[in-house]
């Protein structure tokens, strides 16, 4: 295969890739989700690299990213038991605001579900995310941090 090919098809598993950056300075962090189909096995994974980062006890703000391309694959059920183990497993959320944007019908749905069992809040927007989460940075600054990665973290 050339190397263009190669870029390429690196270019476009990325894109499939969940991932999460930590920006200790600012308190902040985000998750970006954006599996074809996000599965309770890589939620289970995604979360406990995520706890067991270094920088995690320093995160008090975060959001979540839902791709709009993204389908959850689990049920209503699993959410729920989802929903205790990003809570309280590996480290206990130690979070003062989550904000979950999402944009699809589906998923807004979903995020209704989970935020049903947690005091975590949701939005279709990266302004109203911004709003919601509160915090002590300036707009410019979240929209350059919450960018698309070209080298995330994980």
């Known amino acids: 295969m050339c190397d263009h090919c190669q870029l390429i098809g690196s270019v476009m598993?990325?894109?499939h890739t969940n991932y999460y950056q930590m920006f200790p300075e600012h308190h902040f962090a985000f998750v970006r989700i954006q599996s074809e189909v996000f599965s309770v096995q890589e939620a289970l994974q995604l979360n406990?690299?995520?706890k067991a980062d270094k920088?995690?006890?320093e995160i008090h703000y975060l959001l979540i990213m839902v791709d709009e391309n993204c389908r959850l694959g689990f049920t209503a059920k699993e959410l729920e038991?989802?929903?205790?183990?990003y809570q309280n497993e590996t480290q206990t959320n130690n979070h003062r605001m989550?904000?979950?944007?999402v944009s699809e019908?589906?998923?807004?749905a979903m995020a209704h579900l989970f935020v049903s069992y947690t005091d975590d809040l949701y939005c279709s927007t990266l302004s109203k995310a911004y709003e919601l989460l509160g915090m002590p940075m300036d707009y410019k600054e979240f929209l350059k941090l919450t960018s698309p990665s070209e080298n995330p973290v994980c």
């Open 98 to 101: 989550v904000v979950w944007l």
């Open 48 to 50: 406990k690299k995520y």
């Open 81 to 85: 038991e989802l929903s205790n183990i």
């Open 55 to 57: 920088v995690y006890p």
């Open 13 to 15: 598993q990325a894109l």
């Open 105 to 108: 019908p589906v998923l807004t």
